[in-house]
């Protein structure tokens, strides 16, 4: 159908040719064979023109169906290599979300481990309080013993006063006895003497034997106020024992006692120890997390540029350089540190009153805590300006007022380039 129609193109141009250029020659000279000569010779330039112009067009097709074939190669290998990296993509970000999953697992356990060491150290803190208040009971019955071994040695001082006096008492009545005995030798030598005169013995007899019934009677009574102080002393000196040993029981249970406490102080200690070692962890697990969230967001910001952009001859950066040119070059340099969510802290800070509830939300949503976020941007401006941004000092954060302005351009810089991240 096409060749028909070319066919009928080619005689129609001949028709054409042949009958203006026969037309054209024969009106001035009527002179029919050099019309007609020249009317073949128009044909067959037309047709050799024809023919050329079609070999170009031809050509020119050729040439646009090779530059297609090539580019539709060049469009299958891109989209190949495309979905290869993407794969790569989705493997990484699975391998991403279970690294996350298994580190909230591990700081989970960590904070469960915490809450046990809290309950232990609540319980170890009651038996603390227990123990003081043993000791104290301790004490105030080691007071009440040195008043009662205090009462005990005047009682015992007093005592041996006693006895001091009563053994006086006894040699007083043995020196006495010693005179009657004497006395009562006397009288047998005088009642031997006397037996001559026994008139005056017979009177002298009921008086004497009155007096013997008397001093044996006393006798009897200081040899039983003896036996008596006898027993006294040894009761006292049972008892002085006793004392003696209870005290030495109290000694004893106090040096236990003393040895459990700093038995229980140590282990206190080492409590600590540990619960410090485990905050230490997990500030280093919530750091690895950020630093893992971060190294994720900016490699998938870096793919999906090279993605969307594979030409970088055709992105210009003019615009943004110009508006950096403000903002000195450290503060370039700490802009581009610092993650979407601690600028997003910096510019509640600046815009907000009381920008803790707001600190909290973005510190909730990154799975750490407002003061950690504040110690990392505050480390960072260190490490590249080697200056702090926020006071720490104070309960609600605030920007110190020589670095205000340099926040607000940062802002209005990370504000500006998010904007125009979607348009281009």
Not at 72 to 96: F, G, P, Q, T, Y
Not at 115 to 122: A, H, P, V
Not at 236 to 262: C, H, V
């Amino acid at each position: 159908m096409q060749s028909a129609m070319v066919n009928n193109r080619f005689l129609l141009l001949g028709i054409v040719a042949f009958s203006v250029s026969f037309g054209l020659s024969l009106v001035p000279t009527w002179d029919f064979s050099k019309a007609f000569l020249t009317g073949a010779i128009t044909v067959i330039a037309s047709y050799a023109a024809a023919l050329f112009v079609d070999n170009i067009r031809r050509n020119h097709e050729m040439l646009v169906l090779g530059s297609l074939h090539k580019r539709i190669k060049d469009l299958e290998s891109l989209k190949s290599r495309l979905v290869r990296e993407i794969n790569k993509i989705e493997e990484h970000r699975a391998l991403l979300y279970t690294e996350s999953n298994q580190l909230q697992n591990q700081v989970l356990e960590c904070r469960n481990h915490r809450d046990s060491l809290n309950r232990e150290l609540g319980s170890f803190v009651g038996q603390k309080k227990q123990l003081e208040a043993e000791i104290n009971f301790l004490q105030t019955e080691l007071t009440n013993l040195d008043k009662s071994k205090g009462e005990l040695n005047n009682s015992f001082s007093a005592l041996t006063a006693e006895k001091r006096r009563l053994e006086l008492n006894s040699n007083v009545s043995r020196a006495e006895i010693t005179k009657l005995q004497t006395q009562i030798s006397e009288l047998q030598q005088e009642k031997q003497d006397a037996e001559s005169n026994l008139t005056l013995l017979d009177r002298l007899k009921p008086q004497l034997e009155e007096r013997l019934y008397e001093l044996r009677v006393e006798l009897q009574e200081l040899e039983n106020q003896v036996t008596q102080h006898n027993e006294l002393i040894l009761t006292k000196k049972a008892e002085k024992e006793k004392t003696e040993a209870s005290l030495n029981l109290l000694q004893n249970q106090i040096k236990e006692r003393k040895t459990e406490l700093n038995h229980l102080q140590e282990q206190f200690l080492l409590l600590q120890q540990e619960r410090d070692l485990l905050q230490n962890e997990v500030w280093e697990l919530l750091q690895q997390t950020e630093t893992y969230n971060q190294q994720s967001l900016i490699e998938n910001e870096v793919e999906e540029d090279v993605d969307l952009f594979p030409f970088s001859d055709l992105i210009d950066l003019e615009p943004t350089s110009k508006k950096t040119s403000d903002l000195p070059q450290e503060w370039a340099k700490l802009l581009q540190q610092l993650p979407a969510y601690e600028i997003e802290v910096l510019k509640a800070i600046v815009e907000q009153e009381n920008p803790k509830a707001a600190i909290k939300h973005i510190a909730e949503t990154n799975i750490t805590m407002p003061n950690l976020l504040i110690d990392s941007i505050n480390e960072r401006a260190n490490d590249t300006i080697e200056e702090l941004i926020i006071d720490p000092s104070l309960e609600t954060p605030e920007i110190y007022q020589d670095h205000v302005t340099n926040v607000k351009k940062m802002i209005a810089m990370y504000e500006l380039t998010t904007r125009q991240a979607p348009s281009n």
